[in-house]
T-cell receptor
Framework: DAGITQSPRHKVTETGTPVTLRCHQTENHRYMYWYRQDPGHGLRLIHYSYGVKDTDKGEVSDGYSVSRSKTEDFLLTLESATSSQTSVYFC????????????FGQGTRLTVV | DQQVKQNSPSLSVQEGRISILNCDYTNSMFDYFLWYKKYPAEGPTFLISISSIKDKNEDGRFTVFLNKSAKHLSLHIVPSQPGDSAVYFCAAENHGGATNKLIFGTGTLLAVQP
């Protein structure tokens, strides 16, 4: 399995506070992704990165920003957390896109109260 | 509007029988498709994939079929085992795009009854 870890694994935060989730991979993968999983919606792409400092929006990017200053780290920031951002967040990485799979982290359960 | 849809939220199958999970997509530019399995409290894990140049790909008990004209793919599991009970996600992407968004579906919860 690819070495991809997410931190923290669980977090409870208050509405209006900023939150940063970290994804760290040790595989030197070029592509990294952030998803959220919600009942009835499956996995929805928030933001993704196709290289250091190269990022783009996904399907549900409002209220989220990302940064990738190093190949191994992809940070997801909720600028001002809202209750609608309560979810399970998954990070994934892959070496290239042609005929390869993405490897997922264990997820971060975020609760905004 | 979701580009990848799995219209059956859940499926129950007897052990030893075939499980068929379906996935529909709307973007005709998608040319690579993947299936993932997810157990509770774990990240999704890759199962099988198919390129649009093929209409079938097989790996052990798992077979994926692609019908490009219908924009439909399906995952067959034969024979089904209790350990296959999980949420299954299909995913799609366009390799020809400038960047490669990997878009997932809504998931189907498979329950294999002993």
């Amino acid at each position: 399995d690819a070495g991809i870890t997410q931190s923290p694994r669980h977090k409870v935060t208050e509405t209006g506070t900023p939150v940063t989730l970290r994804c760290h991979q040790t595989e030197n993968h070029r592509y990294m992704y952030w998803y959220r999983q919600d009942p009835g919606h499956g996995l929805r792409l928030i933001h993704y990165s196709y290289g250091v400092k190269d990022t783009d929006k996904g399907e549900v990017s409002d209220g989220y920003s990302v940064s990738r200053s190093k190949t191994e780290d992809f940070l997801l920031t909720l600028e001002s957390a809202t209750s609608s951002q309560t979810s399970v967040y998954f990070c994934a990485s892959r070496d290239r896109t042609m005929n390869t799979e993405a490897f997922f982290g264990q997820g971060t359960r975020l609760t905004v109260v | 509007d979701q580009q990848v849809k799995q219209n059956s939220p859940s499926l129950s199958v007897q052990e030893g029988r075939i499980s068929i999970l379906n996935c529909d997509y709307t973007n005709s530019m998608f040319d690579y498709f993947l299936w993932y399995k997810k157990y509770p409290a774990e990240g999704p894990t890759f199962l099988i994939s198919i390129s649009s140049i093929k209409d079938k790909n097989e790996d052990g008990r798992f077979t994926v079929f692609l019908n490009k004209s219908a924009k439909h793919l399906s995952l067959h599991i034969v024979p089904s085992q209790p350990g296959d009970s999980a949420v299954y996600f299909c995913a799609a992407e366009n390799h020809g795009g400038a960047t490669n968004k990997l878009i997932f579906g809504t998931g189907t919860l498979l329950a294999v009854q002993p």
